[in-house]
């Protein structure tokens, strides 16, 4: 089975910090994994992904996110966090040769001015 | 947008209704998929659908009951349904799976009452 941890339910953070999103998966074997930003009423938003290659993965809005094969770890990470980019984000993964998207619980992100 | 659009948006309904969501891409892909999204839980992938085949049916109560009659039109069709069944439902597509992203509609708020 696989699954994905996101074991901070809130992170806050002032406008220009640096900001950090965790999430750790389990999946046999390859992983393929993705991050996604959900604002209110709003369907999910693709941001980024992995899928083989270099370790570190640029995606829309300066978001990247760096993968970790020793720690199954997908951290999503900017720079320097603007109060747009307060919202929910979530962590997926999916199995090398499977069908099954998985996705986290979910981190609400809050970028105060 | 995204190009998967849902309707209806909002949706209230009684136990003893019967009611149907509808889902539409318009990017040509192979996979649909049905997720329900509750507050603080991971998104719950309902159904999958690869070429209007169905691949998965994760454990969902038979008053849940999914029809793909192309591969450009997903249905949840509803009936007798719970007040714990109140949620946001959200279709999606992709390409196909592996290392595919999934592209998400907006959404239908359902709420049983």
């Known amino acids: 089975a696989q699954s994905v941890a996101q074991p901070e339910d809130q992170v806050n953070v002032a406008e220009g910090n640096p900001l950090t999103v965790k999430c750790t998966y389990s999946?046999?074997?390859?992983?393929?994994l993705f991050w996604y930003v959900q604002y209110p009423n709003r369907g999910l938003q693709f941001l980024l992904k992995?899928?083989?290659?270099?370790?570190l993965v640029k995606g829309s809005y300066g978001f990247e996110a760096e993968f970790n094969k020793s720690q199954t770890s997908f951290h999503l990470k900017k720079p320097s966090a603007l109060v747009s980019d307060s919202a929910l984000y979530f962590c997926?993964?999916?199995?090398?040769?499977?069908?099954?998207?998985?996705f986290g619980a979910g981190t609400t992100v809050t970028v105060r001015a | 947008e995204t190009g998967v659009t849902q309707t209806p948006r909002h949706l209230v309904m009684g136990m003893t209704n019967k009611k149907s969501l509808k889902c539409e891409q318009h990017?040509?892909?192979?996979?649909m998929y049905w997720y329900k999204q509750s507050a603080k839980k991971p998104l719950e992938l309902m159904f999958v659908?690869?070429?209007?085949?169905?691949?998965e049916n994760n454990s969902v109560p038979s008053r849940f009951s999914p029809e793909c009659p192309n591969s450009s039109h997903l249905f949840l069709h509803l009936h007798t349904l719970q007040p714990e069944d109140s949620a946001l439902y959200l279709c999606?597509?992709?390409?196909?799976?592996?290392?595919?992203?999934?592209?998400f509609g907006q959404g239908t708020r359902l709420t049983v009452v």
């Open positions: 659908y690869s070429l209007e085949e169905r691949v």
């Open positions: 999606a597509s992709s390409q196909d799976f592996g290392g595919n992203e999934a592209f």
């Open positions: 992995y899928i083989t290659g270099d370790n």
């Open positions: 997926a993964v999916r199995a090398f040769n499977d069908y099954k998207l998985s």
């Open positions: 999946v046999s074997g390859n992983p393929y």
């Open positions: 990017l040509g892909h192979n996979a």
